[in-house]
C-alpha cells in the first residue's frame, strides 16, 4: 500500500502526522509518505532473532526493531536498528525516547519482503550509510542470501557458509546459513 501526503509534504509536516507510527508504519522518503509492506512469518522470525543474538552477544550497542530513523530529509523505520548503547536518546527523566533516533545508526538490517519494493529498501540502506552508517544488510529470505554494505567497499553477496561481517566490538559470528537454519522448526 502506498499513499502520498502531498506533492510538497515536508518533513516536518510528515512527522506531525498522527498516524505515521501505526502498523505497518509509515516512512517520508523523496516528499511522500509511504506505508511500509505486511510483513510474514519469514520476516517476523529473521527479525525476532536477530535482535535476540545481537543483544545477547555483549557489546555497547543495541538492535532495535522498528525504529524510525530520521536523518537528511528521510524518514525511514528500520527492520533493525543498532545504535551505539551511548547514542539511546533519554528524556528529562532518563527514559529512553518514544521519537526514534535522529541520525543513522551504526548498522542497519534490512529482510525482504514479498510485496517489499528491493528498490526502495536499498534505497535507504544506502541513504543511512551516506549519513554515517557503518554496515547493512538486505536480507532475501526467498535468495537465501544477504546483500552487505559497508563504508568504502562495493556490496557483496553472501550466501551459504559465507561469514558475515558484524560491527567491531559485537562478539557475534554468524554465517548465512545460521541465518536461514532458523526457518527450521525445532521440536
Known amino acids: 500500500m502506498t499513499a502520498i501526503v502531498t506533492e510538497n509534504s515536508t518533513l516536518v509536516e510528515f512527522l506531525q502526522l498522527p498516524y505515521i507510527d501505526e502498523s505497518p508504519a509509515w ?5 511522500q509518505a509511504i506505508q511500509k509492506t505486511i510483513t510474514g512469518a519469514k520476516h517476523s522470525l529473521l527479525q525476532k532473532r536477530l535482535v535476540g543474538v545481537i543483544d545477547t552477544a555483549g557489546s555497547n550497542y543495541e538492535a532495535f526493531p522498528e525504529l524510525r530513523c530520521t536523518l537528511g530529509n528521510r524518514s525511514i523505520v528500520a527492520d533493525i536498528a543498532v545504535v551505539a548503547s551511548n547514542q539511546i536518546p533519554l528524556d ?8 526514534g533516533i535522529n541520525f543513522a545508526p551504526a548498522w542497519i538490517i534490512e529482510i525482504l519482503s514479498p510485496d517489499q519494493s528491493q ?7 544506502l541513504h543511512c550509510m551516506r549519513n554515517g552508517t557503518q554496515l547493512g544488510w538486505l536480507i532475501d529470505p526467498y535468495e537465501r542470501s544477504v546483500i552487505v554494505y559497508q563504508s568504502n567497499s562495493l556490496p557483496d553477496i553472501l550466501s551459504e557458509a559465507d561469514v558475515l561481517p558484524i560491527l567491531e566490538g559485537i562478539n557475534l559470528k554468524l554465517t548465512v546459513n545460521d541465518i536461514f537454519a532458523w526457518f527450521q522448526r525445532v521440536s
Request: no cysteine; proline share 0%; hydrophobic share 20%.
Open 92 to 99: 528529562e527523566n532518563g527514559d529512553i525516547t518514544s521519537t
Open 119 to 125: 528498490t526502495r529498501v536499498t534505497g535507504n540502506i
Open 27 to 31: 516512512e517520508y522518503i523523496n516528499g
